[in-house]
């Protein structure tokens, strides 16, 4: 169905002519105010949806602003490009820095200092990517080896091959591997397809002592 008759449970009918086939035809001004009366009923309806949306969306949001020479992390994302199962992506690198803040851009906007490493990224940031970093004299800060894409995104790689396992089913057997990722632990390693990733990081299976 068409998407005003999901919305509001009826067809939709022209403004031309409001009523609905066989009913007796409207001409002249009472034609003008039943349109303008049915208008205003649709825009009270998406005052009230986008109302009720805003009220939604209200509850996890949070004004941020920054000085300039505060310090803020930047928010990142991986991407693996490949079929994942029983994924654990808690210890993952979603923020680095901290960088110190050069100027403000506009009204959601932040110039940061960034570091050699990000000499291909803008360094103009949006203030949704951004999280407030609190200075700790005992707080030392490693910044992982993240080699990160234009738009703020890394691939994770295969690091080696934990255990393997054969997934019988009625007419076949598929077999999987569980892989360690570099910035996960052992514990986080994920079964993968073994075909799969053979076509795409065949290095895990040259070294005899994983088979």
């Keep these: ?22 009913e007796r035809e409207i001409l002249g001004p009472e034609l003008v105010q039943q349109a303008i009366d049915k208008i205003r009923v649709i825009r009270e ?3 009230i949806a986008q109302s009720r949306q805003k009220s939604y969306t209200d509850v996890g949001r949070r004004e941020l602003e920054f000085q300039v020479v505060d310090k803020v992390l930047l928010k990142v994302s991986h991407t693996r490009g490949v079929m994942r199962f029983g994924i654990h992506g808690k210890l993952s690198p979603r923020y680095i820095g901290p960088f110190e803040i050069l100027e403000k851009v506009g009204v959601v906007a932040y110039r940061l200092a960034s570091p050699p490493s990000l000499a291909s990224v803008h360094n103009v940031f949006h203030v949704s990517m951004l999280q407030k970093y609190v200075s700790d004299p005992n707080h030392i800060i490693e910044p992982p080896p993240v080699q990160l894409r234009a738009d703020l995104s890394y691939e994770e790689r295969p690091i080696r091959i934990v255990d393997r396992k ?7 057997t598929i077999p999987y591997v569980k892989i360690q990722w570099k910035n996960h632990s052992e514990c986080e390693a994920t079964w993968e397809l073994e075909e799969k990733m053979k076509t795409k990081y065949p290095f895990l299976f040259e070294d005899s002592s994983t088979r």
Excluded: T
Aim: net charge positive.
């Design 1 to 22: 169905m068409a998407p005003f008759e999901a919305l509001y449970g009826r067809k939709c009918r022209s403004p031309i002519c409001w009523d609905y086939v066989g």
């Design 45 to 47: 309806h998406l005052r």
């Design 166 to 172: 054969n997934q019988v089913l009625r007419r076949r």
